[in-house]
């Protein structure tokens, strides 16, 4: 059975910092990894999609890289700004055919 | 549509009631997925639809919960006789043509069972 871990649980940094976000997951056995993220009250917005053969993504100041083998997944964000305060979510779909998703980082930035 | 749409957004039911949600996926996505978000917990998996084949049932938590996809397209989530526990966030998402393409979220259905 596919578990997801999302580390830290939360985060709290001051604007302009860079960080990473970590996401492991225990079978790697994956079609794809899926970044998300959740505003409060909110759905879900999708950030990045990494398939397995794919090594990074990069969407505007947000990457993500991908290491299968290691059962490792990273998003980094680059110039926080307060507006990226939001829980953060990565999601796992394997070739057995169901998305398992971590229990998310909550980030928080400080003006 | 541009997005996927979920209706209602919030619902306060009795127990005991059945409801009913509605999901209208994007158009064109032949993938179509129910999730329940409880407070403080993570996504939980519900269903699957994929195009025409027979739907992946096997997150559903109970016999209470069912779910169609009527025409390959809009999708109705029914709860009989509702229970407190079943309070929930319930996201619906859609994606091109399975798990390996990218899914799009709903703003999702807000439940509330008193």
């Known amino acids: 059975k596919q578990e997801v871990t999302q580390i830290p649980a939360a985060l709290s940094v001051p604007e302009g910092e860079n960080l990473v976000l970590n996401c492991s997951f225990t079978d790697s056995a994956i079609y794809n990894l899926q970044w998300f993220r959740q505003d409060p009250g909110k759905g879900l917005t999708s950030l990045l999609l990494i398939q397995s053969s794919q090594r990074e993504q990069t969407s505007g100041r947000l990457n993500a890289s991908l290491d299968k083998s290691s059962g490792r997944s990273t998003l980094y964000i680059a110039a926080s700004q307060p507006g990226d305060s939001a829980t953060y979510l990565c999601a796992v779909n394997t070739n057995a055919g169901k998305s398992t998703f971590g229990d998310g980082t909550t980030l928080t930035v400080k003006p | 549509g541009a997005g996927v749409s979920q209706s209602p957004s919030n619902k306060v039911t009795e127990k005991g009631k059945d409801v009913e949600l509605r999901c209208d996926p994007i158009s064109g996505h032949t993938a179509l997925y129910w999730y329940r978000q409880s407070l403080g917990q993570g996504l939980e998996f519900l269903i699957y639809?994929?195009?025409?084949?027979?739907?992946?049932k096997s997150g559903l938590p109970s016999d209470r919960f069912s779910a169609e996809r009527t025409g390959g397209s809009v999708s109705t989530l029914t709860i009989q006789r509702t229970q407190q526990e079943d309070s929930a966030v319930y996201l619906c998402a859609s994606s091109m043509t399975g798990w390996e393409t990218e899914a799009f979220f709903g703003q999702g259905t807000r439940l509330t069972v008193v």
């Open positions: 639809f994929q195009g025409n084949s027979a739907p992946d």
